[in-house]
């Protein structure tokens, strides 16, 4: 982007009463950037060989992020868009990456170039997006809506090959000049234009329901959006992800002696009241390092995770967690333990730095066992 576009750009964003920060950068050497303000235009304005440059992105709201420009060494200079678990990228070369919509929290933009040849560079916008109810799986909510008519928005955050997804909602004393409709789409938000899913209401009391279900859901963020064509005093909504990852039982022990994709994944249902629960993992043939992140409610990575077992440091571990009740994570996918057994040697830092490159099949052997007791 040249100078006299972007100058135009802040000008005419500035009209429409957006507080745009510009925080171009000319990336010639590593740096930590934050950036808090709801708007904003960042990036790369030319970048040096073997640079590390991290953009923390403090979003109160609903986040859209867009690639106004984008030119990289191609599979060599990568931009990566992390938020929690879900990651989008990494991206390189000359095809723009397009846009992504993020929920409330903390949004990382981190990009890397190796140590010869670079390119232009790249430019990301962030924009505010409509105000969105945040759902936890299983966890039934009931919320006012805050303005008469229109979209009223919900997401689920859906990860690990999901089995299924669905939700159910009631419009409670719904009056207007016709019945709501859903609309649901992944990764963005759906309007009345554009949208993946569909479903009609039907009458219920004093209201109206909806439900949707589908089977083998996609990966990613999934945004439910309520129109209504008059007003209503409450919403009741239930979403739930079901992870499609093999389940573990008390006692069942699992030996890992070939090369399988990074990571492999396990869960644990976990029944009310447990004293506590007991993870065992060891080295075994053909060698290697595994690394076993376990989590409460959602996907470990190296990244985000609640415990970890390291074998490169002894050859076995043993993790007791203790009281685990399925219920004491409010932000969880209730009793749902997960378990992610990753090769240490695909793994570059151990750092909780966020990773860029693709994991390497998971080569190492294990042996591994989940019990717990009552």
């Keep these: 982007m040249n100078s006299g576009l972007f100058a135009f750009l802040l000008v005419c964003l500035s009209l429409f009463g957006l507080n745009v920060r510009a925080q171009m950068s000319s990336c010639l050497s590593s740096a930590n950037y934050t950036i808090s303000t709801d708007s904003a235009i960042f ?64 949004i990382v933009v981190q990009f890397i170039s190796d140590a010869s040849n670079v390119d232009p560079g790249f ?56 019945p709501p409709s859903m609309f649901i789409s992944v990764n963005r938000f759906p309007t009345l234009e554009e949208y993946d899913y569909t479903n009609a209401t039907v009458p219920y009391d004093d209201g109206y329901q909806a439900f949707f279900e589908i089977s083998s859901p996609q990966d990613g963020t999934w945004f439910v959006g309520l129109f209504l064509y008059g007003t209503s005093t409450d919403i009741d909504i239930l979403a739930q992800w079901t992870y499609g990852l093999p389940f573990l039982v008390s006692g069942q022990k699992v030996t890992n002696s070939t090369s399988q994709p ?22 075994q043939l053909p060698g290697g390092y595994p690394i076993a992140y376990v989590s409460q409610g959602g996907v470990p990575t ?29 932000s969880s996918n209730p009793g749902n333990y997960l378990i992610a057994i990753y090769d240490k040697t695909s793994i570059p830092a151990m750092d909780k730095t966020i990773k860029t490159e693709s994991f390497e099949p998971l080569t190492s052997g294990f042996i591994l066992e989940c019990d717990y007791n009552f």
């Design 43 to 106: 990036g790369c304005a030319g970048y040096g060989n073997s640079v590390n440059v991290v953009w923390n992105l403090n979003a109160s709201d609903s986040r859209i992020l867009t690639f106004n420009t984008f030119n990289t060494e191609l599979n060599y200079d990568k931009v990566t868009l992390t938020q929690g678990t879900v990651v989008r990228g990494p991206f390189s070369g000359i095809s723009n990456p397009g846009s992504f919509q993020f929920l409330p929290g903390l």
């Design 123 to 178: 430019t990301i916008q962030m924009m505010p997006l409509p105000e969105t109810t945040i759902l936890r799986s299983a966890q039934p909510l009931t919320i006012q809506p805050k303005q008469d008519g229109g979209f009223v928005y919900f997401a689920l955050v859906g990860e690990a090959s999901g089995s299924n997804f669905f939700v159910d909602t009631v419009i409670h004393a719904y009056e207007g000049l016709q």
């Design 262 to 283: 990074s990571p492999m994944l396990y869960q644990v249902l976990v029944p009310s009241g447990l004293t506590q629960m007991v993870w065992q993992i060891s080295r």
């Design 302 to 330: 190296p990244q985000q995770y609640g415990w970890v077992m390291d074998t490169s440091q002894q050859s076995y571990i043993k993790l007791v967690i203790p009281n685990p009740n399925p219920y004491n994570n409010p």
